[in-house]
């Protein structure tokens, strides 16, 4: 297992190198960053000076090379909007990102898994529609359309609760509703095709012929089987919401997280920002899936290691 | 030999009278079974024979309430041990006084669960054993099936064992809560053919052992040849032909039975060519009038596709009471 | 005698026709009512100028936030109402359907196109090829997608050219997974190997018998990514890094007008509601199309439909 881990630890490795390639690559070599960092407005000495600053004005090879050495002592340089440390400021706003996910992929999890289970048990049956129904609708609703009318029934209609930002529980709610109705519509999908798919497999008949009781052949058989491919979506759901989702749900409720910090970036034309976020969110990500690939791995002996 | 007053029913640890199961697909309905009467009797294997789709492998279903939710048990009379009982109470034999070996081992198991679990949850729900006791019984009957290693063996996973081993873990696992009747739907026909001796060596053994009663299910007549005491041979639905093993190997009264012989390979005798039956077997999504296999049949007759032959003796005196032919031209 | 050409050596799997495929939709409602639906929407995306209204960015300040024609103050003359701007709301959906069907189709016929050679290179070719393209395809998952999208888009500028291939790049993988996955089934199939056994080239192979095959596998994977990539593409103009003002867009509307929730729900409403039908749509007709060339699904459905048919008329 050890060995597992550490295979997949170095595979992780890889797609970091990937990613910050491929974020270098666009920066450096697709554009100009140095314009794209300026206003208009800017003069050739404006120019030359950032350009210095930045060590922008080096041959590729070296960039390239400060670049990564950079990148592997986490240090990305100093935020162009603000003048600290980049990383510094990506970590600061980490926790509030981490809130979110979390709570609204428990939210998912607790209510969408079981929804699934149930519905896959009489296929065709009323909560089975109701529930493919809904996911369908769930996974198809653009998370900032959905925001904006939970924002519209529940703040300015109802005035139950804050229309934006944090710092109570209260706060939390409609951000991690939003999120987990979209991650959960998919998770109630999966689980129930994977509890059908199950059910249907012929070691279940061999249960059944064996005298097993259906509760017991559910629990301790279909369930644990059942698991593998939800397993790995719900991981694919968290890392997707951690570098995807979170963006545009904290942008429609001001939650200050990772995702609202990428669009300020975007606005102030912060590339050094926007850099040190694509390596905290892709670092993030490998995290993510390797604890998948682990947990998975426990689960199902036959899982070679690639 | 049978003493022919007696009723046949009587000595059946199982059996089933006018059995008649039907699947619905988009197209209509498919009659899987259209009449079947057959039993099997403590110590005996009774050989169901018959090609894909002739509705063999629905009848052992329909004895152990495991026709699957596409279908459905439209007509029959179950008995155990001679008492008239309904599906559902048979059904809850299953497991512990009926048991079932599949076809394909490897999928019959769960190949999550290590194999030792597979087997010690059948001892434990059905003779509710302890852990300790159910682990020590289990690891018994990796040696009588012929597992070596057992205790390293107990661990391992399905995917951990060739065919012929997994398939003796699902025999363990069949014969654990000590059955009185173990049904073979094709045990043997994923295996090679070397393993497959070896498998029905198994099942002979076990059941001179054990004393429990078998049906084997299968398409291949060198299967039951030498292990099977009684022989059902179905076509499209219905027994054709039925009686003691080696009488009906010796003297086939029904067409089929015979064209079924002649299109085998008899590893002891030297021929010249097989003879196939032409034709491929139907498919019944509608009962229709006459005998079924009268188009591929070489002596049928106008009579035989207008009417029906009826399962009776044949016509000859000097025969067994329990032989049985539906044929109109039974030799 | 006649002269006949020689023959192949195997036939080509059959295509389905269209009119046949036709008279099965019917028997789905839900199905039907989808591709009613998304015809609809293709349509007035093609024909907007002759069907919407309103010029999209015709502003009226004397007509800001009309309510639609059904509530009070509003009037047939703006069925949807207005924005903040005077806009009317019907007109600006049927232009940013435009905008949004041009990237969705463009994004998946490039996405797709590429993913499927790549797929049937690794699937055909199996071994090295097949391996490093498979990694290469796995490693591009575990990106961080939208943010990278976000950066590389903030930095490249947000052109209708740029989003669509970066977009693209974002979403090649899972056809090349598709088409590969069922070319190695393919390759086994009997009638593939008497085929490549009677000397049949790569190229003509490809073109003659696996794709084919393929191209109900793909079709569906393109309902399902233009649902996918419909909702990507509005995301980031509500972000502001997709289709920029003037021009229109499903999820811009939802931007420009949120901070008005207050006076005027429907301008929110109504482009989300329209983008929500059509990815739902979308993925009804995908999921349609799977279920019909899965013959034991059909099977399972059919039977179920007869057992109940057979219930209610009091059988047992």
């Not at chain 1, 991690?176 to 059910?199: E, F, K, Y």
């Not at chain 2, 894909?52 to 309430?65: E, F, H, N």
């Not at chain 3, 740029?162 to 590969?180: D, E, N, P, T």
Request: glycine letters at 8%; charged letters at 20%.
């Amino acid at each position: 297992m050890i060995l597992f881990i550490v295979r997949r630890l170095f595979y992780g490795l890889l797609v970091m190198v990937l990613v910050t390639c491929t974020v270098f690559f666009v920066t450096r070599m697709l554009t100009d960053p140095v314009r794209v960092m300026l206003p208009l407005s800017a003069s050739q000495d404006d120019y030359d000076q950032l350009e210095s600053s930045l060590g922008l004005d080096k041959p590729l090879l070296v960039q390239f090379w400060d670049f990564v050495s950079g990148a592997v002592r986490l240090d990305f340089g100093d935020s162009f909007w603000q003048g600290t440390p980049a990383l510094g400021i990506v970590l600061d706003r980490l926790p509030a990102t981490f809130l979110l996910v979390g709570a609204s992929m428990f939210l998912a999890i607790i209510l969408f898994i079981p929804l699934g289970i149930v519905a896959s048990l009489k296929p065709g049956g009323w909560l089975d529609r109701g529930l493919v129904t809904v996911s369908l609708f769930g996974l198809s609703m653009p998370q900032f359309w959905l925001g904006a009318m939970l924002i519209y029934v529940f703040s300015v209609q109802l005035g139950w609760l804050p229309t934006s930002g944090s710092g109570s529980l209260s706060h939390l709610v409609l951000p991690a509703v939003t999120l987990a109705l979209t991650s959960g519509g998919r998770i109630a999908q999966v689980t129930r095709s994977s509890m059908l798919d199950q059910l249907n497999r012929p070691y279940v008949t061999t249960l059944t012929a064996k005298g097993m009781r259906r509760s017991y052949v559910l629990f301790r058989h279909v369930l644990r089987n059942a698991l593998l491919p939800i397993v790995t979506l719900v991981a694919y759901e968290t890392a997707f919401a951690l570098a995807g989702y979170a963006v545009i749900v904290e942008t429609v409720f001001a939650w200050p997280g990772i995702g609202r910090l990428a669009i300020q970036a975007v606005t102030q034309r912060d590339i050094i920002l926007l850099q040190a976020l694509v390596f905290v969110a892709a670092l993030l990500v490998v995290i993510v899936n390797t604890l998948a690939d682990v947990v998975y791995k426990s689960i199902d002996p036959r899982v070679k290691i690639s | 030999m049978r003493d022919e007053t007696k009723q046949p029913a009587d000595d059946f640890l199982l059996s089933v009278d006018n059995l008649k199961v039907e699947f619905y697909n988009e197209r209509g309905t498919v009659h899987a079974v259209q009449d079947v009467s057959l039993g099997v009797r403590a110590g005996e294997t009774l050989g169901l024979v018959g090609e894909s789709g002739s509705g063999k492998s629905v009848t052992a279903a329909a004895l152990m309430d495991l026709v699957p939710i596409t279908g459905r048990v439209a007509n029959g009379t179950f008995r155990w041990h001679g008492r008239e009982v309904t599906s559902k109470e048979l059904g809850r034999l299953r497991g512990s006084k009926i048991t079932m070996v599949f076809q394909d081992p490897m999928s019959a198991l769960n190949p999550l669960v290590h194999v030792g679990a597979q087997i010690t949850e059948v001892l434990r729900k059905h003779l509710k054993m302890s852990r300790g006791d159910a682990r020590r019984r289990a690891l018994e009957l990796f040696d009588l099936v012929g597992i070596p290693e057992p205790l390293r063996r107990f661990k391992q996973y399905p995917f951990e064992f060739s065919g012929g081993m997994a398939q003796r873990v699902v025999i363990a696992m069949a014969l654990a809560a000590e059955p009185e009747v173990l049904i073979a739907d094709e045990p043997t026909t994923a295996l090679d053919v070397t393993i497959q001796a070896q498998i029905l060596d198994l099942i002979a053994h076990l059941q001179k052992e054990l004393n429990i009663a078998i049906v084997l299910i299968t398409h291949d007549l060198g299967v039951v040849a030498g292990v099977a005491d009684h022989l059902a041979v179905m076509y499209a639905g219905r027994v054709v032909e039925s009686g003691v093993a080696s009488e009906v190997f010796e003297h086939p009264s029904h067409p089929y039975m015979r064209g079924l012989l002649a299109s085998t390979p008899h590893p002891r005798e030297v021929t010249d060519r097989l003879v196939p039956i032409p034709g491929n077997p139907p498919v019944v999504t509608k009962i229709l009038p006459g005998c079924a296999f009268a188009d591929r049949c070489s002596e049928a007759t106008d009579r035989c596709r207008t009417e029906r032959p009826e399962l009776v003796a044949p016509p000859e005196d000097d025969v067994p009471s329990d032989r049985k032919v539906a044929c109109w031209h039974a030799a | 005698m006649t002269q006949t050409a020689a023959p192949d050596v195997v036939e080509p799997k059959a295509r389905p026709s269209i009119r046949r495929a036709v008279r099965i939709l019917s028997e789905d409602k839900v199905a039907l009512a989808s591709v009613v639906f998304v015809v609809v929407v293709v349509l007035s995306a093609v024909f907007a100028p002759w069907i919407a209204p309103y010029s999209p960015s015709d502003i009226s300040l004397t007509d800001r936030l009309l309510p639609p024609v059904w509530s009070d103050g509003g009037g047939w003359s703006h069925v949807l109402g207005t924005d903040a701007l005077g806009r009317d709301v019907l007109s600006r959906i049927v232009f940013g359907a435009r905008n949004s069907l041009l990237i969705g189709v463009s994004v998946v016929v490039i996405a797709g196109a590429f993913g499927t050679v790549v797929g049937l290179i690794a699937g055909y070719r199996g071994g090295r090829a097949d391996a490093i393209l498979m990694r290469l395809a796995d490693a591009q998952l575990a990106f961080p997608g939208l943010l990278l999208v976000i950066l590389i888009i903030s930095v490249l500028g947000p052109s209708i050219p740029i989003i669509i291939v970066v977009i693209a790049v974002y979403g090649w993988m899972i056809f090349a997974r598709l088409v590969r996955g069922n070319v190695l089934q393919l390759r086994e199939d009997l009638y593939i190997r008497a085929a490549v056994m009677a000397g049949c080239g790569p190229i003509r192979l490809m073109r003659r018998h696996l794709l084919p095959n393929l191209v109900s596998p793909i079709m569906t994977q393109a309902m399902l990514e233009l649902a996918r990539v419909i909702l990507v593409e509005a995301s980031l103009s509500y972000l502001g890094l997709g289709i920029q003002p003037p021009n229109v867009s499903w999820g811009l509307m939802v931007a420009e007008n949120q901070a008005y929730l207050r006076e005027g729900w429907w301008t929110v409403f109504f482009p989300g509601l329209i983008l929500v039908f059509t990815i739902v749509a979308l993925n009804l007709i995908a999921s349609w199309l799977r279920v019909r060339s899965d013959p034991q699904q059909q099977q399972l459905i059919a039977a179920r439909r007869r057992m109940n048919a057979e219930a209610k008329a009091g059988e047992k």
